[in-house]
């Protein structure tokens, strides 16, 4: 119930006075380190190059933490070649109220870097009656993608495949990263307790294991047995959430399953895996097609058109995946383990996707929706998966009541912004180490776009207008053009030190109110949708971020979408219904305008390559 209330022990404020870092068990050579909160910088760690490999440090004043913030420890260490990486150490504030000892001390390792955290003693609880939906401005509000976080704050899956099949392509492509498989591990070897975790992608955590080579049965139970553990732990975030069976397309004739992979799959097809999602993947498609397209007979080809050959050869591969592929695998595993063929070649883009829907919905099902959320936050090759996490997360809260919202009364429209920001900047998961999508200057860019709302009359909100590929098709014409390597990137709305008024006002039910929520919750998805096909999963900069801001402002899109929202605000009259119409409002603008996944690779395609750097000022 919406306005039902829960009585909970929870944290007034957790005071860090200091931290030490040790890291002289770690080849990572670290050069300096700062703590972080709500992903900016906060205090600097001085690492003094004559102090060995440890260092504490004292905070005074000491940093001051509500348990809906997020604090991390971001290291920055030279890897081979002399290439400077970003890595973010997150903290679960949840647990360390839960674990600190006696000496006030929590204690955490990660990658054998040794962490503790002091906290001083002015850090207390207290036992409070607290509201689902808070009007108290005293507290800020809670993000509903912290609320997620602290329960399952990375997508836990288990990889399995023999060696080449393309395990590592496949989990660098998937969720956007470099290395996410340690080169350390000679090929072959696996760990399968072993946790991998990736600088630049910190929603996810990845178990690798070996395939099941014959004669090699026991890593069946290996597997079986790791699942077991996983399965039974108490907590979500402990638990594993997908599995993916990884083989290489055989050629025809050869032989798909081994004795311990139809073991497997007959466990599973048994129940004794209980309800792990398990997709089987059948990777390195485009060679396959590659095959298919050199073995057809040439006097098949005559006369046709190169549409036409293109869907001769992918009916005769179809054909060919049912009877070398998918009919071995039916027969092991019946037909609720589900499969994906899959390439990590870009023009095969929309393959990858499929395989993250298929896992998404599959983990929504069997595992959790907290679970499910992360899945889409994790991966990097879906938008219309963000967008949906987005629409998930929405209307779990703020969304859902946006007319008539209790936690945003007495609050500015600056502050009530700020909570719909986080939530879906969080769910799309940019490689963003300086934070630059949760700073004030991208915050105002968003709140002057919006405003353009005031300016012009709306043209007729019920005119169909051209949504797709031509208008995907204008932003990557407009990207060309804006990503030249000479001039600096001009935004026709500047994140200057004076914004629009209307941010300060404190929030109260209007239709003009109603209208800017809308807009700015559909005019950033838009953008971050546009960053998504620019940066491709690079490092943010602040130029990449400001030629999306560009792209969107001179796109038909954003003058489409403004356009409607004001007709649909003459059309509101009856405020009881505002909640409703407006949450399914935003939900159809975001469908209109979301990219879909088979049209990635057409719109990649025509966008060149973007140079994030040399970085520009807002």
Known sequence: ???????????????????????????????????????????????????????????????????????????RYKRRFRKIVHEDIHFDLADILRATDARQEYHKSHDNIKIVVVLSGNTTTEHAEQPDSTSDTTL?????TSEIIQICPRFRILVIGKTGVGKSSLINHAFGVHEAIASTHKPGEADIDHEFFSPQNDRFV???????????????????????????????????????????????????????????????????????????????????????????????????????IKELIKNTADAELKEICIAPLEKFAGSDVPHATVSTKKEHAETLARLIQITEERVCKHVATEASVMTSMAQRVDPGLKIKASIEVGKRKYWKALASCAAFQKRTMWDCLRVLHTDVVAV??????????????????????????????????????????????????????????????VVPIVASVVIAKWVYDVYQLSGAVLMRLIAYIVDLTLVLQILYLVSDSQELSRRVIKLAVAAYCKSPTSGEVHNRIQGYDRKLTLLERADRDTLDKIIELMDMYCIDAKEISTVRAQIPTVDSLPDEPW
């Open 140 to 144: 800020e509000l809670q993000p509903t």
């Open 206 to 308: 990845l178990h690798d294991s070996k395939g099941f080579e014959p004669g090699e049965e026991g890593n069946v139970n290996i597997v079986r047995d790791f699942i077991e553990r996983r399965r039974n732990k108490p907590t979500l975030k402990d638990q594993l959430h997908a599995v993916w069976l990884c083989f290489e397309i055989p050629r025809a004739g050869g032989r798909l399953l081994e004795t311990g992979t139809e073991d497997f799959l007959t466990l599973k097809r048994g129940g004794k895996l209980g309800n792990i999602p398990v997709v089987v993947v059948f990777t390195k498609y485009d060679r396959f097609i590659n095959r298919i397209n050199r073995t057809l007979d040439e006097s098949s080809l005559v006369g046709l058109s190169p549409n036409a």
């Open 428 to 489: 799309w998961n940019f490689h963003d180490p300086h934070g630059y999508l949760y700073s004030d200057d991208f915050r105002k860019l968003l709140v002057n776009m919006v405003g353009k709302l005031d300016v012009g009359p709306a043209i007729n909100p019920d005119k169909t207008m051209a949504v797709g590929l031509s208008t995907v098709g204008a932003i990557a014409g407009i990207v060309s053009v804006l990503a030249g390597p000479v001039a600096p990137i």
């Open 1 to 75: 119930m919406a306005n039902s209330i829960h009585t909970s022990t929870a944290p007034c404020a957790l005071h860090i006075s200091g931290i030490s870092i040790d890291f002289s068990n770690s080849e990572k050579n670290v050069e300096s380190a700062e703590a972080r909160i709500n992903h900016q910088s906060s205090r600097p760690i001085n690492i003094a190059h004559n102090a060995g490999k440890a260092v504490r440090q004292t905070f005074s004043p000491p940093i001051k933490l509500s348990l809906g913030d997020t604090f991390s420890l971001q290291l």
